[in-house]
Each structure stands twice: as structure tokens, then as C-alpha cells.
């Protein structure tokens, strides 16, 4: 490794720190209700620090994926259940060879299916997902055990993470940023001031890829959503033209 690339390792690991450590103070969302009065608190696991750098979920490993070009950002982490049943179970053994076994064996559908779609799309250029930056754009986790849209305030608690997103971005400083959804894109919208329509599809119809200063974004339909094969390959397709 170069004195430069480890210089550059260094600062994005101190800013990554920082952002963990401000992320861990942010109680925004704690006891969040909807319009209904319903429960959508979420539960800050950047309180404990030693957690969110170690293993947040069976998606990534942060500090491994620093210097990608490619990131993914998904709309939330899901219940905190799973992601401590796992961090338990990557402690047993602490080893990088175990997290790349735990995320082999916890491959969730929307897991397969994006692998397949990322793969499938580029023709050879990649056979697994695991060195793609991959983040939220909701930060905190679930309570419960529920993965449906019910218990969380998606465009509330989007809003509240917005500048813990845009700083991820500034560190990795990726050169394709992929949304898997609508939420990521609206947080992206408000982020960088461009228009998106009312819905997904509209909003692919008319920007197929969104250009930023120094990135571009593809909106991506999420991988489990009821699209074609062929229409979901169409948008990722477009990936690979910039990589």
C-alpha cells in the first residue's frame, strides 16, 4: 500500500469515527409517532459504537468498503433483533472469514435478488457484491420484528438522517450512487435540490440517471418489487456504462 492510499485509508477511517460518534447522539427519531399516533420510534444502535463498527447487518461491513466506487443505499436496516442475533453470532468467532460465512448463510431475498440483478447486469465485471459500499437512508433500526412500511415514519425519519447520509457520500466519495427504492432517492432529492416525481416508476420513465457534480445516480426498482426480470435488468444495465 502507497503512503498516499494509507493516508487517504486514515482520513476516511477519522471521518467514519466521527460520523459514528455524532450518529450515536442523534435522538430525532427515538420517539417518533405518525400522523395516526403510531408507534414509530426507532432504536439508535450507534450508542453502542463497538456494534455499528464491528457488523451492523448482514449488508456490510463499512470500514472495509470505504474506497468503493459503487454505492448502494436501501431504505432501512430492518428490526434490531436480527442485526443483534447476528453481531452475536459474529462475536463467537470475530473473523473475517466468519462475517463472510454469516452473510453467505443470512442471504435475505432482497439480498438475492440484487446480487443476481448486479451480476446478471454486468456482464462479467463483478461476481459478488461484497466490496460495494451499502448503506440506509434511514440510519436507526426497527423494534420488533416487522419489515413492512407500518411501524416506521419513512418520510419523517428520512428527512431526520439526511446529513448522516450526505456525509457517508462525502467519505466514500463513490462514483455511481445506486437507490434501491423510493426513499433513498427522495432522501438524495433533498440532499442535492433535484426534482423526482410523485412515484418510482415516474420517476425512472423520466430519469433514467440522475447526474451530480461528481457521481450519478441510477434509480434502481427494489429487487423483490413486482417488475419484470427484463425491466429491472433495463435499469441495471446502465450501471456498467459508467464503471
Known amino acids: ?4 492510499i494509507k493516508v487517504v485509508k486514515n482520513i476516511k477511517n477519522k471521518l467514519f469515527n466521527e460520523l459514528i460518534n455524532d450518529m450515536s447522539k442523534c435522538q430525532k427519531c427515538i420517539s417518533l409517532h405518525s400522523k395516526n399516533n403510531i408507534d414509530c420510534s426507532l432504536i439508535n444502535i450507534y450508542k453502542n459504537k463497538k456494534f455499528a ?5 448482514i449488508w456490510t461491513d463499512w470500514y472495509n468498503r470505504l474506497d468503493s466506487k459503487i454505492m448502494i443505499i436501501g431504505q432501512d436496516w430492518g428490526p434490531y433483533l436480527d442485526m443483534k442475533k447476528l453481531n452475536a453470532r459474529y462475536l463467537e468467532n470475530p473473523t473475517k472469514d466468519n462475517w463472510l460465512k ?9 439480498k438475492k435478488q440484487l446480487t443476481k440483478y448486479l ?8 461476481d459478488t ?3 460495494i459500499y451499502i448503506t440506509n437512508a434511514i440510519m436507526c433500526a426497527r423494534h420488533g420484528n416487522n419489515y413492512r412500511g407500518n411501524n416506521i415514519n419513512l418520510k419523517c425519519s428520512t428527512l431526520n438522517c439526511k446529513e448522516f447520509l450526505f456525509r457517508q457520500i462525502e467519505i466514500v466519495k463513490p462514483k455511481i450512487i445506486l437507490t434501491l427504492g423510493y426513499y433513498p432517492l427522495y432522501s438524495l432529492s433533498n440532499i442535492y435540490n433535484f426534482k423526482i416525481e410523485e412515484n418510482l416508476t415516474k420517476t425512472i420513465e423520466k430519469y433514467p440517471i440522475i447526474e451530480i457534480d ?12 413486482q417488475i419484470t426480470k427484463e425491466k429491472q435488468l433495463e435499469q441495471y444495465k446502465k450501471v456498467w456504462q459508467f464503471i
Request: glycine share 2%; charged share 25%.
Open 129 to 131: 457484491i461484497n466490496d
Open 102 to 110: 454469516l452473510i453467505e448463510d443470512e442471504k435475505s431475498l432482497t
Open 53 to 57: 463498527k464491528e457488523i451492523p447487518s
Open 214 to 225: 461528481n457521481f450519478i445516480i441510477i434509480p434502481l426498482y427494489h429487487p423483490v418489487a
Open 1 to 4: 500500500m502507497s503512503l498516499k
Open 119 to 126: 451480476i446478471e447486469s454486468s456482464n462479467g465485471k463483478i
